[in-house]
């Protein structure tokens, strides 16, 4: 069920889209940072046990 959103349905509805899609984004970042700096670490740590 929606609620009544008047004449600005469209401006409100679009700013939740927005507002999704950057959550969304960000989440993606956040996920590819971490994995290469799972990487990087695990390189490190490769490193210094084979030295």
Known sequence: MMP???KYAGEVLSSYA???VLLA???V???RAS???K???EALEKGRQDG
Do not use: D, I, Q, W
């Open 25 to 27: 984004g960000l989440v």
């Open 35 to 37: 994995r290469k700096a």
């Open 4 to 6: 009544e959103l008047g």
């Open 29 to 31: 970042v956040s996920l």
């Open 39 to 41: 990487m990087a670490l």
């Open 18 to 20: 927005a507002s999704l």
